[in-house]
């Protein structure tokens, strides 16, 4: 049992991708277990006018500690909770004025790590600063505790805290390190790239594709903390294999879970559903000029806009085919509407969709794919795709894609409900993801009820293949295998899965969704945390070898 436990990512109380998911939905379950042992630390990038939505600042058992604090270089920290689950202390760190010592940080961090700082670029800079400061922080916590007795482990997220943990270990040995790569820098460029990845992975140096994509810096940094980490970890399988090829360590696998506070029981769920799908229809309509009932088959998908690595190029393909098999089938008469919710380059919701839904009288003059305004509409890959499919959404037809390019969180300006409020609207979720360490999307949308389509490339699709086999029926998931060169394949798997759910009646579906609900249970927090109890353990025996 440890005394002492700070975690470290860029995206505490700052939601910009999956680790938030991770981080947000653990914390109850560390909390619980930990109390006010257990400290977050994220960076503070938010002003009086732009403030964090999920951290409220407030009194805490740190506040001796911040009264004292003899920090270097005027790094200011606010201490509060992260309001998620849990409500754990969070501290959010102002790193700026360690700008002034990155020349000498990064000479220090060559001559002892090898870390090659000399090609950084992007966002380098600004998460080493921040991973440099939440040391700092630590560290200066640990003296404050001034028990050489304390089990302490500090566990640090992706390569954009690496620089960190490197700190501690150069200064701090009598704390214990762990190291998760949630995604390797290298693999998402090697795929971000159109590079096979996994072919011809046997084949791939992490060093040397680092230097043909110009990812030296980041590369470098992750693998040096991964093998200076007490412990390093992955999300899963699928991640573990990339890791031991290009960072040239095999890591603890550390699998994602889900906290289920956030999904209604019950007739609260069944009431949500019947929300999501009133303001659902209300927006179709308003947007297509289609009327949906009862029949209408929901799809979506959602994640980051990445086409390929998230299979969104594959999802639009497959709702192609999809709706040329219907045509074929004269007796079907079932319509399909599928949305793509990804976040893009998005300007403001569409003024003319939301007067439209604000009198009640669709506009067939504006366009009917899209909800939000675009500041990209010529280059947006989404939005390019679905208008050369040919979808027009006219109200005959039986297949309608409407990409919602908007972060849904409450307020965009047309549905005006979270991500989480809409989706047990769905009747299907479908991820064909090429690049997916884990897959917190699918998971979600099976917490949720809803039947789910993923790939044995995402972390959370082969584990399902490891616990219930290719068998949807009992899980409420349907697995597809996917590889490098099987696109067409992967395709026609979703257009088949998609016409299987679309031929269930809604006794059937039911089923199907609450086999979901009970696969994702299996994993929840509760049941996975002890995956990080062995990483913790590990990494404190090395810790107590040092002290």
């Keep these: 049992m440890l005394d002492l436990l700070f975690e470290t990512s860029w995206e505490v109380c700052n939601k910009v991708g999956g680790i938030y998911a991770v981080l947000s939905t653990k914390a109850k379950t560390l909390q619980k277990r930990y109390k006010d042992n257990l400290i977050f630390i994220g960076p503070d990038l938010w002003t009086d006018d732009n403030p964090s939505p999920t951290f409220v600042e407030s009194k805490t058992a740190l506040d001796a500690w911040q009264r004292q604090a003899n920090l270097s270089k005027d790094i200011q920290v606010r201490v509060g909770h992260w309001n998620v689950p849990g409500k754990p202390l969070a501290l959010l760190v102002k790193f700026d004025a360690l700008y002034d010592d990155k020349d000498a940080l990064y000479t220090d961090m060559w001559k002892r790590y090898r870390v090659d700082s000399l090609h950084a670029y992007g966002d380098y800079d600004e998460a080493c600063m921040f991973a440099y400061a939440a040391a700092l922080v630590i560290e200066s916590i640990v003296k404050w505790k001034n028990d050489h007795k304390l089990r302490i482990?500090?566990?640090?997220?992706?390569?954009?805290?690496?620089?960190?943990?490197?700190?501690?270990?150069?200064?701090?040995?009598?704390?214990?390190?762990?190291?998760?790569?949630?995604?390797?820098?290298?693999?998402?460029?090697?795929?971000?790239?159109?590079?096979?990845?996994?072919?011809?992975?046997?084949?791939?140096?992490?060093?040397?594709?680092?230097?043909?994509l110009n990812m030296q810096s980041k590369h470098s940094l992750e693998k040096a903390a991964a093998h200076a980490a007490d412990a390093f970890t992955t999300v899963s399988n699928v991640t573990a294999r990339e890791c031991a090829q290009l960072l040239e360590r095999s890591p603890l696998v550390t699998p994602n879970a889900f906290e289920h506070h956030f999904v209604p029981k019950g007739s609260r769920l069944t009431a949500a559903r019947g929300a999501a799908r009133e303001r659902m229809s209300r927006v179709v309509e308003a947007l297509t000029g289609v009327t949906m009932d009862e029949n209408t088959m929901l799809v979506a998908t959602s994640g980051r806009l990445e086409v390929r690595n998230k299979g969104i190029d594959v999802y639009l393909d497959a709702?192609?085919?999809?709706?040329?098999?219907?045509?074929?089938?004269?007796?079907?008469?079932?319509?399909?509407?599928?949305?793509?919710?990804?976040?893009?380059?998005?300007?403001?919701?569409?003024?003319?969709?939301?007067?439209?839904?604000?009198?009640?009288?669709?506009?067939?003059?504006?366009?009917?794919?899209?909800?939000?305004?675009?500041?990209?509409?010529?280059?947006?890959?989404?939005?390019?795709?679905?208008?050369?499919l040919g979808f027009h959404n006219q109200p005959q037809d039986l297949v309608s894609v409407i990409d919602v390019p908007c972060y849904l969180n409450g307020d965009d300006g047309i549905f005006n409900m979270t991500y989480y409020d809409l989706l047990p609207a769905l009747d299907a979720a479908v991820f064909p993801s090429y690049y997916e360490p884990w897959g917190y999307t699918p998971l979600e949308s099976a917490a949720f009820g809803v039947p789910t389509i993923t790939t044995d490339l995402a972390g959370f699709g082969q584990w399902v293949l490891d616990h219930y086999g290719d068998n949807p029926s009992k899980c409420g998931v349907k697995v597809i295998h996917r590889t490098d060169s099987n696109y067409g394949d992967t395709v026609h798997g979703v257009v088949n899965s998609l016409l299987s759910l679309y031929l269930m009646n809604a006794k059937e579906r039911s089923r199907a969704g609450k086999a979901a609900q009970e696969t994702s249970k299996v994993a929840s927090w509760d049941n996975f945390i002890k995956y990080y109890d062995e990483a913790y353990d590990q990494a404190l025996s090395l810790a107590a070898s040092r002290r």
């Design 319 to 388: 709702l192609s085919a999809l709706r040329d098999a219907l045509r074929r089938a004269p007796s079907r008469t079932r319509k399909v509407i599928a949305l793509v919710l990804v976040p893009a380059w998005m300007k403001s919701p569409r003024a003319d969709l939301a007067q439209a839904l604000l009198t009640g009288k669709p506009h067939r003059q504006f366009d009917p794919v899209i909800t939000h305004v675009l500041n990209n509409p010529d280059s947006d890959p989404v939005y390019r795709r679905i208008n050369d």
């Design 153 to 212: 482990v500090a566990h640090f997220d992706e390569w954009t805290t690496g620089m960190g943990l490197l700190y501690l270990k150069a200064h701090l040995p009598q704390v214990a390190t762990v190291f998760t790569t949630h995604a390797t820098s290298i693999g998402r460029s090697i795929c971000g790239n159109g590079k096979p990845l996994y072919d011809y992975m046997p084949g791939y140096f992490g060093d040397q594709m680092a230097g043909e």
